[in-house]
């Protein structure tokens, strides 16, 4: 077998800019702000930097609305400073990778405006426009649009334009129309864009729901769904007709030929284990990885992201298990527990409770970090913040939570249960500021955040945390550490252990003669368990307990309430 892909044993961190890190007072991170931050990078040890969107946009998704790529957001700083990043960062040996939203463009972008322009105008044919359904009558009136696709920003998927009399497709907001990649002209320019920043410096692309870009192009009805209006018509156009062959032409125009180290990730929601072998696979020259859904939808119900239903741990377990086995042989997977359009980690999967809060957030990390594949940290995470103790719907500003509020109101939806979803699963969880030390503000900014801070910053920040032996933060550096020293922890065979425990996580890894074990108790009552004789005499790699024994011996262990060890045999 040729030597496995550099990725393979590299950590990835996410830094949602918007939050970071403030460096003139306006209450907004930039670039600035991550520029002061990037030896807190680099003590942690990551290989790779994944910056989330810093493009000129009107920021109706913060940024996941693009109207210029090739300027960044006067919002965020210049490109000169993102030169400067860029260089700060290899001179420390990490690679920047940056967001690629080519799925859909703002609104405000020039090519849209031109497309907007007229029925005849050259780019009309660069986003997706139809006539409603029946354009003899009230052209514009709900049930009138092209078909009963759903946004996933709440209401009908198309936006009436009331100077050409058509529709245009938006799978998100209406500020984000999609773009139409059966133009080629569409798909070379976004090609170039790629070309003129990998030339400029930038190491790779994290793609946004790079799955969506093929659509079916009968643009018929979804099944429909009784009682609502829009439906979500995932199966028309995720994993589409033409995705393999428009990522295919995009590695191949992009990334052929070009010389180093270069890192895509494929954002691809509701994508399975078969269709990420294929979009993995090194043969087909597609992406590097994947970004999976399943284990992150676990706690939802079937009609919406607000359905909060509760975490089941074993159904958890069970599907990133199943991901582990089903990617063995082929295949390559990225492992995330939270990023900027999910709840805190610790809040969702661990045990936010003070008292098993900092060893269940090591539990979590432990868990994830020894698995095959390449582990994202999202800002925050190795610091172990939680979900923000939201009161009303007020607090939340995010596009997807206000829409969805909106909603409620005007369909006289049940309140309890929406405030319910929102707090659990709403994405400005994850997105409060920072938490860099415990004064008012966390160190994130000297003005006003854009979001309010967390009150948990003044015993949970970064201060308090860093080159403090047993902190989260530590734990997290000497996770990534092991995955640099030791190959096991990158490409070892996975083989599930006691998997139908509902509290005890454990696993064990195996490369040739190294077997390593990973081992969590996801409980808060302590658990003796039988490891069995094979075991005996490993070492004892990382712990989440000061004091355990350095060697395993014959007998039983017992872990505390959310303890997590990884012993090595060799
Ligand atoms: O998200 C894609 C996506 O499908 C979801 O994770 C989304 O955030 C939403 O919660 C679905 O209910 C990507 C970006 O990561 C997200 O921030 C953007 O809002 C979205 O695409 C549009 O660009
Ligand atoms: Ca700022």
Same mark, same amino acid.
């Given at each position: 077998?040729?030597?496995?892909?550099?990725?393979?044993? !590299?950590?990835?961190?996410?830094?949602?800019?918007?939050?970071?890190?403030?460096?003139?007072?306006?209450?907004?991170?930039?670039?600035?702000?991550?520029?002061?931050?990037?030896?807190?990078?680099?003590?942690?040890?990551?290989?790779?930097?994944?910056?989330?969107?810093?493009?000129?946009?009107?920021?109706?998704?913060?940024?996941?609305?693009?109207?210029?790529?090739?300027?960044?957001?006067?919002?965020?700083?210049?490109?000169?400073?993102?030169?400067?990043?860029?260089?700060?960062?290899?001179?420390?040996?990490?690679?920047?990778?940056?967001?690629?939203?080519?799925?859909?463009?703002?609104?405000? %972008?020039?090519?849209?405006?031109?497309?907007?322009?007229?029925?005849?105008?050259?780019?009309?044919?660069?986003?997706?426009?139809?006539?409603?359904?029946?354009?003899?009558?009230?052209?514009?009136?709900?049930?009138?649009?092209?078909? $009963?696709?759903?946004?996933?920003?709440?209401?009908?998927?198309?936006?009436?334009?009331?100077?050409?009399?058509?529709?245009?497709?938006?799978?998100?907001?209406?500020?984000?129309?999609?773009?139409?990649?059966?133009?080629?002209?569409?798909?070379?320019? @976004?090609?170039?864009?790629?070309?003129?920043?990998?030339?400029?410096?930038?190491?790779?692309?994290?793609?946004?729901?790079?799955?969506?870009?093929?659509?079916?192009?009968?643009?018929?009805?979804?099944?429909? *769904?009784?009682?609502?209006? /829009?439906? $979500?018509?995932?199966?028309?156009?995720? $994993?589409?007709?033409?995705? %393999?062959?428009?990522?295919?032409?995009?590695?191949?125009?992009?990334?052929?030929?070009?010389?180093?180290? %270069?890192?895509?990730?494929?954002?691809?929601?509701?994508?399975?284990?078969?269709? !990420?072998?294929?979009?993995?696979?090194?043969?087909?020259?597609?992406?590097?990885?994947?970004?999976?859904?399943?284990?992150?939808?676990?706690?939802?119900?079937?009609?919406?992201?607000?359905?909060?239903?509760?975490?089941?741990?074993?159904?958890?377990?069970?599907?990133?298990?199943?991901?582990?086995?089903?990617?063995?042989?082929?295949?390559?997977?990225?492992?995330?527990?939270?990023?900027?359009?999910?709840?805190?980690?610790?809040?969702?999967? =661990?045990?936010?409770?003070?008292?098993?809060?900092?060893?269940?957030?090591?539990?979590?990390?432990?868990?994830?970090?020894?698995?095959?594949?390449?582990?994202?940290?999202?800002?925050?995470?190795?610091?172990?913040?939680?979900? /923000?103790?939201?009161?009303?719907?007020?607090?939340?500003?995010?596009?997807?939570?206000?829409?969805?509020?909106?909603?409620?109101?005007?369909?006289?939806?049940?309140?309890?249960?929406?405030?319910?979803?929102?707090?659990?699963?709403?994405?400005?969880?994850?997105?409060?500021?920072?938490?860099?030390?415990?004064?008012?503000?966390?160190?994130?900014? #000297? =003005?006003?955040?854009?979001?309010? *801070?967390?009150?948990?910053?003044?015993?949970?920040?970064?201060?308090?945390?860093?080159?403090?032996?047993?902190?989260?933060?530590?734990? /997290?550096?000497?996770?990534?550490?092991?995955?640099?020293? %030791?190959?096991?922890?990158?490409?070892?065979?996975?083989?599930?252990?006691?998997? $139908?425990?509902?509290?005890?996580?454990?696993? *064990?890894? #195996?490369?040739?003669?190294?077997?390593?074990? @990973?081992?969590?108790?996801?409980?808060?009552?302590?658990?003796?368990?039988?490891?069995?004789?094979?075991?005996?005499?490993?070492?004892?790699?990382? =712990?989440?307990?000061?004091?355990?024994?350095?060697?395993?011996?014959?007998?039983?262990?017992?872990?505390?309430?959310?303890?997590?060890?990884? /012993?090595?045999?060799?």
């Amino acid at each position: 077998m040729s030597d496995p892909a550099w990725f393979t044993s !590299a950590v990835v961190y996410q830094i949602y800019p918007r939050s970071f890190a403030d460096s003139n007072g306006d209450g907004i991170g930039d670039l600035g702000g991550i520029l002061e931050h990037v030896d807190h990078l680099a003590e942690l040890g990551v290989d790779v930097v994944w910056l989330s969107p810093i493009y000129r946009s009107p920021q109706a998704d913060n940024g996941y609305d693009i109207s210029d790529y090739f300027d960044i957001d006067p919002l965020f700083g210049t490109l000169e400073q993102l030169d400067e990043l860029i260089a700060a960062l290899h001179a420390r040996g990490i690679e920047l990778v940056m967001d690629l939203v080519v799925n859909h463009t703002s609104d405000e %972008h020039p090519w849209f405006v031109e497309s907007a322009a007229g029925k005849d105008s050259p780019k009309r044919d660069w986003y997706v426009w139809r006539d409603g359904r029946d354009p003899s009558s009230a052209p514009g009136e709900p049930g009138q649009e092209p078909n $009963n696709w759903g946004s996933f920003f709440s209401g009908s998927a198309w936006q009436f334009d009331e100077a050409s009399g058509q529709y245009y497709l938006h799978l998100f907001d209406r500020k984000q129309p999609d773009l139409n990649w059966e133009n080629e002209d569409v798909r070379e320019a @976004v090609y170039s864009m790629m070309r003129w920043w990998l030339d400029r410096g930038v190491d790779g692309f994290r793609m946004d729901v790079i799955n969506f870009i093929s659509k079916e192009q009968s643009f018929a009805d979804a099944p429909p *769904v009784p009682g609502e209006r /829009y439906v $979500n018509a995932f199966q028309l156009f995720a $994993n589409g007709p033409r995705i %393999h062959e428009f990522l295919a032409e995009m590695h191949e125009r992009v990334f052929a030929g070009r010389e180093g180290k %270069h890192l895509t990730v494929g954002e691809m929601p509701g994508v399975t284990t078969e269709e !990420a072998i294929l979009y993995t696979d090194p043969a087909r020259g597609e992406v590097d990885m994947v970004f999976q859904f399943e284990h992150v939808s676990i706690d939802q119900g079937p009609t919406s992201k607000w359905d909060w239903i509760g975490l089941d741990r074993l159904a958890l377990k069970r599907s990133l298990h199943r991901w582990q086995t089903a990617l063995a042989q082929q295949g390559w997977n990225s492992l995330y527990w939270d990023n900027h359009d999910q709840p805190r980690a610790v809040s969702r999967f =661990g045990d936010d409770d003070p008292a098993y809060w900092e060893q269940s957030a090591k539990a979590l990390a432990t868990i994830l970090h020894g698995m095959r594949g390449t582990p994202y940290v999202y800002q925050g995470e190795e610091l172990g913040m939680t979900n /923000y103790p939201f009161r009303s719907a007020d607090d939340h500003r995010d596009v997807e939570a206000v829409n969805h509020w909106k909603r409620v109101l005007e369909e006289g939806l049940d309140q309890e249960a929406a405030l319910t979803g929102m707090s659990k699963v709403g994405r400005d969880n994850a997105r409060t500021p920072v938490q860099w030390d415990a004064s008012p503000q966390a160190g994130f900014t #000297t =003005g006003e955040p854009w979001l309010p *801070v967390n009150p948990n910053r003044s015993w949970l920040n970064a201060v308090s945390q860093v080159g403090k032996p047993g902190s989260v933060f530590e734990h /997290y550096r000497a996770l990534i550490a092991l995955r640099h020293e %030791h190959p096991v922890f990158a490409t070892g065979d996975f083989t599930g252990v006691m998997e $139908n425990d509902p509290e005890i996580w454990a696993y *064990v890894r #195996t490369l040739d003669r190294q077997r390593l074990l @990973v081992v969590a108790n996801c409980s808060r009552a302590p658990r003796e368990l039988e490891l069995g004789d094979g075991w005996a005499g490993a070492r004892l790699l990382l =712990g989440s307990v000061e004091g355990r024994a350095d060697v395993l011996r014959p007998g039983s262990i017992t872990l505390a309430g959310w303890e997590s060890r990884v /012993y090595l045999l060799d």
